[in-house]
């Protein structure tokens, strides 16, 4: 069992960079494939970006690829997302989530074990 925390959300302005962590406890953090989801203001959760255990393999939604960089750092207990080229449709409240195993294709919420409560990001024109 896992639990994620994430933090670095706030006000930036369309074009800015924010860089969001999520702190993960539980020793099996290892087994874990993190991913990051957000939800828009009256709008479904939906998929950002994952990456594996070992962190070699990342999986982006088409929205951020290029954007967007997910990592995370093992030793740590860390997930990471850089956010860049922000624009007002990255609005949302954005949740770091932990699912058991290896497979970072999953981009289904439902396939998710594990959530944090979330950290707003929002972004003015």
């Known amino acids: 069992q896992v639990q994620p925390v994430e933090s670095g959300g706030g006000l930036v302005q369309a074009g800015g960079s924010l860089t969001l962590s999520c702190a993960v406890s539980g020793r099996t953090y290892s087994r874990y494939v993190m991913a990051w989801f957000r939800q828009p203001p009256e709008k479904e959760r939906e998929f950002v970006a994952a990456?594996?255990?070992?962190?070699?393999?990342?999986n982006y939604a088409d929205s951020v690829k290029g954007r967007f960089t997910v990592s995370r750092g093992n030793a740590k207990n860390r997930v990471y997302l850089q956010m860049n080229s922000l624009n007002p449709e990255d609005t949302a409240v954005y949740h770091c989530?932990?699912?058991?195993?290896?497979?970072?294709?999953?981009?289904?919420?439902?396939?998710?074990?594990?959530w944090g409560q979330g950290t707003q990001v929002t972004v003015s024109s």
């Open positions: 989530a932990a699912r058991f195993g290896n497979d970072s294709g999953q981009t289904s919420w439902e396939s998710y074990d594990y």
């Open positions: 990456v594996s255990r070992s962190g070699s393999i990342t």
